[in-house]
């Protein structure tokens, strides 16, 4: 698939199926993400794949951030709630969480190095695309809840950048929508217009 195409028909896709995926279309996957640039080359990323019965741990982590919100977790409501928030990673075979592990080098900045890592992202979606695999970046308040850190045994300063849920498509993607890039370009073709800004 041409460049250009897949990222224009890439698409978040929600509904897969539970066939899994095999490891080496994992691998490649992970590995399109280490292909991301990185300020000074710090490869700032980890990644965590959850497959089968380790998903469950991800739901009682949410489960347990979920819980930290509720007055009475014991109403119906809640209960309900709970349930769902327990199901969550099972909406997909695959989950890969994608760590921020900033690097110690001085010169690289936090900003960057979060930078880096959902550039390494996109490439992940990227690389399903092409591989008729769905993906869906998902985060929320729980992705940088204390107890996810602890789950994946992350230091305070790293932070999980996202969950990326993959499986084969159930449908066909819908078509996207983006702005024009004429309401989001500024041309700066003439020196002193440009330095007017200044
Ligand atoms: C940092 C980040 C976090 C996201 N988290 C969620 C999420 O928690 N839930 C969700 O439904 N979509 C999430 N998304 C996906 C966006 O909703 C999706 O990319 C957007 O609707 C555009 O759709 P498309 O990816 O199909 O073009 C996230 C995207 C980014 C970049």
């Known amino acids: 698939m041409d460049v250009l195409e897949a990222i224009r028909s890439r698409r978040s896709i929600g509904l897969v199926k539970e066939d899994p995926l095999d490891k080496e279309t994992i691998a490649k996957i992970i590995e399109a993400g280490t292909w991301a640039p990185s300020h000074y080359r710090t490869e700032p990323w980890h990644f965590f794949v959850m497959e089968g019965k380790a998903r469950k741990a991800l739901g009682k982590a949410l489960v347990k951030i979920a819980l930290e919100e509720m007055d009475d977790p014991m109403t119906e409501a809640n209960q309900k709630k709970v349930e769902k928030v327990a199901e969550k990673p099972f909406r997909a075979p695959v989950i890969i969480a994608v760590a921020v592990r900033p690097s110690d080098n001085p010169r690289a900045l936090k900003l960057e ?85 200044i």
């Open 113 to 197: 190095e979060a930078g880096a890592v959902y550039a390494a992202i996109q490439n992940m979606l990227l690389a399903a695309h092409g591989l008729g695999v769905a993906g869906y970046w998902r985060t929320g308040a729980p992705a940088y809840h204390p107890t996810m850190k602890k789950l994946f045994g992350l230091a305070d300063h790293e932070y999980i950048a996202g969950f990326l849920y993959f499986g084969y498509p159930k449908r066909e993607p819908h078509e996207g929508k983006r702005r024009p890039i004429n309401e989001v370009t500024t041309w700066l073709a003439e020196e002193d217009e440009f330095e007017a800004l």
